[in-house]
């Protein structure tokens, strides 16, 4: 009796996993978007310069099409770059400040500090060292994308089962050993959680870097394609631009969020669930 009981309660956790997945979030937006509509067509019916209708954002995406693909490409092309970079620093500097309790009580607070510093002040100085275009923008993004990860790498490194740490030191294992075999791998949900928070600020990093720095051009991206439509009072194309800014994040996000629970789905609980 028990044996057919398991693919009926897989085919329930299948249907539930489609029921959250898809046609949760399209009934959703089809809500955001009849919302939209009626906020439209009656509040600012008279000033669709504010608020244009859905269609016209449609409209507006077709026609420009070519304009938004190459802002959107030249986005995320600077996007990845700053969040490479903010993967290997970040990782890299926690696991070097896990080797030693003075080191990080000594630089961790520093950390905080340059976190805590809103980009838009840091931005002057970074395009006096790195002039305008494009390496001022990756250094932003990059900036934006450094601190999940560092701070959640080295949570989770500090945070490594003490017994096993007492098993290792047992078999007379050496510091770069015991990091690379055993607190990387206990670390490794703490480094997807800050991967995926670092994906989608790197998208943020590189639009506001666009914003403040600049770059003229079919390489501008989409930061400046905003401006300039906000300039023109081409409010339909705004709104355009900016979801396609809205839907390249989600992308690195749910791109990021597929491969950490990829390498996590065989053994961690956090990931056993995707797996079902």
Known sequence: MTAPL????RRRRFNRSIVARIVIPIITAAIVIAVWFIVAATIYSDRNFLVPRPMAVLHAAIDNRSLIKT???????????????????????????????????TLYPYAVILQTVPIIATAPIIVLQFHYGRTSIV???????????FSNTLAGLA?????????????????????????????????????RISAGMSVIG????????GQGGAKGGLGIAIIVSQAQLKTALLFAEAAAATLLGVTVFSVTNAITNRALRNWHESALGEAE
């Not at 932003?140 to 999940?148: A, D, H, K, R």
């Not at 089962?161 to 294992?173: Q, V």
């Open 6 to 9: 398991v693919p009926e309660r």
């Open 139 to 149: 250094i932003i993004s990059t900036l934006v994308s450094i601190f999940p990860v």
């Open 159 to 195: 945070s490594t089962d003490k017994n096993h740490l007492d098993l290792f030191r047992l078999h007379h294992s050496g510091r770069f050993s015991t990091l690379i075999k055993l607190r990387f791998p206990a670390a490794m949900p703490n480094i997807a959680a800050g991967l």
């Open 71 to 105: 802002a959107t490409w030249a986005t995320f092309n600077k996007a990845i770059t700053g969040f490479a970079l903010g993967t290997a620093i970040g990782v890299i500097s926690a696991a070097l400040l896990s080797q030693s309790r003075l080191l990080t009580r």
């Open 206 to 213: 590189a639009t506001v870097g666009e914003f403040l720095v």
